[in-house]
T-cell receptor, first 115, second 113 residues
Framework: NAGVTQTPKFQVLKTGQSMTLQCAQD?????MYWYRQDPGMGLRLIYY???????DKGEVPNGYNVSRLNKREFSLRLESAAPSQTSVYFC??????????????FGDGTRLSIL | GNSVTQMEGPVTLSEEAFLTINCTYT??????LFWYVQYPGEGLQLLLK?????DKGSNKGFEATYRKETTSFHLEKGSVQVSDSAVYFC????????????FGTGTRLLVSP
């Protein structure tokens, strides 16, 4: 009963290093999302993928890239990490977000610290 | 643009007390409304939802009614338990184009025995 799986759970990077956060879902969902969660700011959408083969920018895309590798997997890459990217990152998926009342299912998050 | 405003926390209650967490929204058209809950160290889980005016969402003793006239979706529970301690997020999804969730900032609930 995995749902949405994120790896790693924790990571510490130095400024300028690169890293890829992995996300996979086993619910056969079409749409996937990456959010960051910062104190007092709720969740903010970084990138999303409406369906396999498509990706689009969300509210805060600067400094990030994404890849929708296949229907199951959606990765988030930091090319040159900055301290401002210290955050908790959540991946989510939904059956089809064209239908507005579909809930999103979330992973347990990746806690990322940039020194 | 669309936005969600939640009451600031933390909300501190004793077990069996009545809970209200306020949520108001700004949106064009008629959004769908959600409450998500985040337990410590975990991701968000859908708690309840409502998709049109006057709908009442309910789950695990929690309720929220979609009030179009006051643009509100307040979360209530008649008798909270220690296990309800978590962060609660109100969110909306509009119906224009590709629907994306817009979240409030979250309200932390602390329930003591």
């Amino acid at each position: 009963n995995a749902g949405v799986t994120q790896t790693p759970k924790f990571q510490v990077l130095k400024t300028g290093q690169s890293m890829t956060l992995q996300c996979a879902q086993d619910m056969n969902h079409n749409s996937m999302y990456w959010y960051r969660q910062d104190p007092g700011m709720g969740l903010r959408l970084i990138y999303y993928s409406a369906s396999e083969g498509t990706t689009d920018k969300g509210e805060v895309p600067n400094g990030y890239n994404v890849s929708r590798l296949n229907k199951r997997e959606f990765s988030l890459r930091l090319e040159s990490a900055a301290p401002s990217q210290t955050s908790v990152y959540f991946c989510a998926s939904s059956e089809d977000q064209v239908i507005s009342n579909q809930p999103q299912h979330f992973g347990d998050g990746t806690r990322l610290s940039i020194l | 643009g669309n936005s969600v405003t939640q009451m600031e926390g933390p909300v501190t209650l004793s077990e069996e007390a009545f809970l209200t967490i306020n949520c108001t929204y700004t949106a064009t058209g008629y959004p769908s409304l959600f409450w998500y809950v985040q337990y410590p160290g975990e991701g968000l889980q859908l708690l309840l939802k409502a998709t049109k005016a006057d709908d009442k969402g309910s789950n695990k003793g929690f309720e929220a009614t979609y009030r179009k006239e006051t643009t509100s979706f307040h979360l209530e529970k008649g008798s909270v338990q220690v296990s309800d301690s978590a962060v609660y997020f109100c969110a909306l999804s509009d119906r224009s184009g590709f629907q994306k969730l817009v979240f409030g900032t979250g309200t932390r609930l602390l329930v003591s025995p």
